[in-house]
């Protein structure tokens, strides 16, 4: 049964940093898109940052509210990926859900259980 599980959400001011971590178990990962989103109160989950691969290998994407601040890296070896946040903003606060997509004949996708993170004006 394949399992994402984050963590490194937190409380953090204005302008801050904080390191959120996914580790799959289950199933090893490689040659598939990981990465971030997040659901803020009110709104509808969206995108955040993945590691995209392809036969050249892993390009990374961002939105552009997070372009220049968040910096996202995987490790095939421990099956994880990490998103580093910096610059943090109020309107970054979120439930932060790691996704693991896998491009198939039937795409799958899997989901962590979400990490909060809470950032003070």
């Known amino acids: 049964q394949v399992q994402l599980v984050e963590s490194g959400g937190g409380l953090v001011q204005a302008g801050g940093s904080l390191r959120l971590s996914c580790a799959a178990s289950g199933r090893t990962f490689t040659n598939v898109d990981m990465g971030w989103y997040r659901q803020a109160p009110g709104k509808e989950r969206e995108f955040v940052a993945m590691?995209?691969?392809?036969?050249?290998?892993?390009?990374?994407d961002y939105a552009d509210s997070v372009k220049d601040r968040f910096t996202i890296s995987k490790d095939n070896a421990r099956n994880a990926v990490y998103l580093e946040m910096n610059s943090l903003k109020p309107e970054d606060t979120a439930i932060y859900y790691c996704?693991?997509?896998?491009?198939?004949?039937?795409?799958?996708?899997?989901w962590g259980q979400g990490t909060q993170v809470t950032v003070s004006s």
């Open positions: 590691t995209r691969w392809s036969w050249r290998g892993y390009n990374s």
């Open positions: 996704n693991v997509h896998v491009a198939c004949a039937v795409p799958l996708d899997y």
